[in-house]
């Protein structure tokens, strides 16, 4: 081969590397700036528990907490505990559109997660506790769920010799440390621990650019784009604030119930009828149905009622399931969970009431 042959192939060939060169270098510059867009939207969730609010979590504490959470007996009926609702192994949350309570009634709403729940701006759809020991006192008095007193559920536990020693451990110095305060306490230590850290999405925030794949990280550029992450965004990727449902377009009346006016039975604001605090979308893939109402089966299908009613933008096929295939990109690590051996009840122990 002539020589200047073969330099004309050496020069086409350098070319080509550069040619490659620069498209490799173009495509990783694509992900360097996905990245830092999503890094100034969203947060990684930490691999440890966080700090809470005048309520240092502390192993005595999560412990007995952990064990309030799984108690029936703390219900009136003796069958109903937190985890009824927010059962651990089904992502938090549990398999209906509404929980079944006390007597068989059914409650208004869709439980919420309490998986990563420490996260939120405040606790329920409609924000009414402002943390999650607030909240813990909720459902064990609400007639449609737990309906117990304070003190009824003071009487089981100090019915418990167990219940007794762990309260002394998890509260030192206090005089009297079986107190319903306490026990929410109690309860917000273990729900703190409840984090699900380690999804492909963190790692991807966390710099690892091959732990989204291509169509997860179209589904981000969307999210992101056409406006989802205005509402959802954060370390919870929502949960973070309250806004109308149908901002743009009104939902049909049964994704919407007409009697529920969300955050307004809360602040008696005109402007708060049919605002909710927007949904986490933290293992999302994990716990339909969806919505407040719990109406929608299919993660595609709130896709589609979400862009529609809430940015006034119909998603093409394939615009939806590249979403989908991000929101699932969020399921992280749950926490390995054992249930615990519940304190022996005693004579004292109160008995169900289940006609009450």
Not at 112 to 138: C, E, I
Not at 241 to 257: C, H, K, M, Q, T
Request: hydrophobic share 40%.
């Amino acid at each position: 081969m002539k020589k200047s042959a073969i330099r004309e192939l050496s020069l086409v060939r350098k070319g080509c590397i550069l040619g490659v060169g620069m498209l490799v270098s173009s495509a990783a510059s694509a992900n360097d700036d996905l990245m830092s867009s999503a890094r100034q939207i969203f947060k990684s969730i930490p691999s440890v528990t966080p700090e809470v609010k005048d309520n240092p979590v502390t192993r005595e504490k999560v412990e007995l907490g952990k064990i309030l959470f799984f108690d029936p007996r703390l219900s009136a009926s003796g069958v109903i505990s937190c985890n009824t609702c927010h059962n651990l192994g089904a992502g938090g949350v549990d398999s209906g559109p509404t929980s079944v309570g006390h007597g068989w009634q059914l409650g208004p709403r869709r439980a919420p997660t309490v998986y990563n729940a420490v996260f939120n701006v405040a606790q329920f759809w409609d924000g009414r506790a402002a943390d999650l020991k607030s909240q813990a006192k909720g459902p064990v008095q609400a007639s449609v769920e737990m309906n117990t007193t304070p003190d009824r559920l003071l009487s089981t536990l100090n019915s418990m010799t167990d219940y007794v020693v762990m309260f002394k451990k998890a509260f030192p110095g206090e005089a009297t440390s079986v107190t319903f305060d306490n026990f929410a306490k109690a309860i917000e230590a273990f729900e703190a621990t409840l984090i699900t850290p380690a999804a492909p999405f963190d790692r991807y925030l966390e710099g690892d650019t091959h732990a989204l794949d291509d169509q997860q990280k179209a589904g981000l550029v969307l999210f992101m784009e056409r406006g989802c992450s205005s509402c959802h965004n954060g370390i919870n990727v929502g949960g973070q604030d309250y806004f109308p449902f149908g901002a743009v377009e009104r939902p049909a009346a049964p994704l919407l119930p007409a009697a529920d006016k969300g955050r307004f039975a809360v602040t008696k604001a005109a402007g708060d009828e049919y605002v909710f605090r927007s949904a986490p979308l933290r293992n999302v893939a994990l716990r339909a149905p969806y919505f407040h109402s719990g109406q929608v089966w299919s993660l595609k299908q709130a896709v589609g009622v979400m862009s529609e009613t809430q940015l006034g933008v119909k998603l093409s096929d394939k615009e939806e399931n590249d979403i989908v295939s991000f929101l699932n990109s969020l399921t992280g690590q749950r926490p390995k969970i054992e249930y615990p051996i519940l304190p022996t009840r005693t004579d004292a122990t109160p008995r169900p009431a289940l006609d009450k």
